[in-house]
């Protein structure tokens, strides 16, 4: 049985987040954080051109708690480092998967050679929600490169698959997760076809990075646009109607409430409260601007 399309929605108007990321909000500007749960939070760069700059464009320090930050680099290079020590550069074909979970500061950049000649920007951030019983975990850090994603070739030259967190065709991806969450890249030639299966009453959204597609036959979706899909079915079908880059999301639903408020995603109000607290008393370490 198929897994309808909902809805294919236009990108809202961009904005910035700090002066490095010119971003269209799709969750929750477009679709609510429960109805797209455990995906709480969707920032797409679409192509922008940043000139040239001695200091990096970015973001300065800030807090999270309660959930992970996922960034998928697909032009430029983006640099990120914490307060529990991490820190890491991703560029094209690449992921940052941070664990934020009871706390860290944050800051992410345009890489430095990058920003210093100027270029193309385009990423997509991920706020992936956590269990309660997760929430408050040890922060940790995955940086998945160009050689840790998993790639499938599909037949006859239809392109290919790179999964990123869950399986395709029985290939795993390297991200761990703490609830089950697919991501994956769908590269499609002009007339490229490829089928999916996902359960039932998961949570389903692809992004049409670039290109042009036809979705079970009926619905067509071009570059930038967000495409949500009923819990009505489970197998999905994409053909390109040109050359064509998708970005596949698909999670189980976390049957928890939702407290969310600014950097922090927690299940009640008194979690945010005490988040803010702990924020204020230090707790989530030091890390310089």
Do not use: C
């Amino acid at each position: 049985m198929k897994k309808n399309v909902q809805e294919v929605m236009s990108p809202p108007p961009p904005h910035m987040v700090g002066d490095g990321f010119r971003v269209h909000n799709y969750i929750p500007g477009l679709v609510s954080m429960p109805r797209m749960n455990p995906f709480i939070m969707m920032d797409y760069n679409s192509p922008h051109y940043f000139p040239p700059s001695e200091t990096p464009p970015g973001v300065g320090v800030h807090p999270h708690r309660g959930f992970e930050t996922v960034t998928i680099a697909y032009q430029g290079k983006v640099s990120h480092h914490d307060s529990a020590g991490n820190s890491g550069t991703i560029g094209e074909g690449e992921v940052q998967w941070m664990t934020a979970a009871s706390g860290v500061l944050h800051k992410e950049y345009h890489e430095r050679e990058f920003a210093k000649n100027g270029g193309v920007f385009q990423m997509v951030q991920l706020w992936v929600n956590l269990p309660a019983k997760d929430k408050m975990s040890p922060p940790r850090y995955q940086a998945l490169t160009r050689a840790d994603i998993q790639t499938v070739e599909l037949e006859s030259g239809n392109g290919k698959v790179e999964i990123i967190a869950g399986e395709f065709n029985g290939v795993k991806g390297p991200a761990k997760t703490f609830s089950p969450v697919t991501l994956m890249n769908a590269f499609l030639p002009e007339n490229g076809t490829v089928s999916f299966t996902f359960p039932q009453h998961d949570h389903t959204a692809f992004v049409i990075i670039s290109g042009k597609v036809k979705i079970n036959a009926t619905e067509i979706a071009s570059a930038n646009q967000l495409v949500i899909f009923h819990d009505d079915g489970e197998e999905i079908s994409i053909s390109a109607i040109e050359e064509s880059v998708v970005l596949i999301l698909n999670g189980e639903p976390i049957p928890e409430p939702i407290a969310a408020y600014g950097p922090f995603v927690m299940n009640t109000r008194e979690e945010i409260i005490q988040a803010y607290q702990d924020f204020q008393l230090g707790k989530f370490g030091q890390l310089e601007d």
